[in-house]
Nanobody, 125 residues
Framework: QVQVVESGGGLVQAGGSLRLSCVGS????????VGWFRQASGKEREFVAA????????LSSDSVLGRFTISRDNAKNTVYLQMNDLKPEDTAVYYC??????????????????WGQGTQVTVSS
């Protein structure tokens, strides 16, 4: 069983930065692929970024490429999402999710078994 808790959301002006954290518990967290997804009000949940267990492989969506960076510190059981140059369209609830040991089909929501409660990010114009 894996549990994850997100933190770091908040209100920021356009062009600002935030760093989200996802702290995981359970023996397999440090070897599992972890993804960040987001869901804006009235929209479907969408993929943002993912990172392999070792941290050696990452993937980001086109909408955040060059602005958001995913990383992890397995000694702290934590995955980060550094968000720079935020835009109003980045406003959403951001979720951390845990998949398995392989870095496979990471864009697919169905690949992720464990989800956090989410953290709200609001970007004002």
């Amino acid at each position: 069983q894996v549990q994850v808790v997100e933190s770091g959301g908040g209100l920021v002006q356009a062009g600002g930065s935030l760093r989200l954290s996802c702290v995981g518990s359970g023996r397999t967290f440090s070897s599992s692929t972890v993804g960040w997804f987001r869901q804006a009000s009235g929209k479907e949940r969408e993929f943002v970024a993912a990172i392999s267990g070792s941290g050696g492989r990452t993937l980001s969506s086109d909408s955040v490429l060059g602005r958001f960076t995913i990383s992890r510190d397995n000694a702290k059981n934590t995955v980060y999402l550094q968000m720079n140059d935020l835009k109003p369209e980045d406003t959403a609830v951001y979720y951390c999710a845990v998949s398995g040991p392989s870095f496979f089909a990471v864009l697919q929501i169905t690949q992720y078994e464990y989800w956090g409660q989410g953290t709200q990010v609001t970007v004002s114009s």
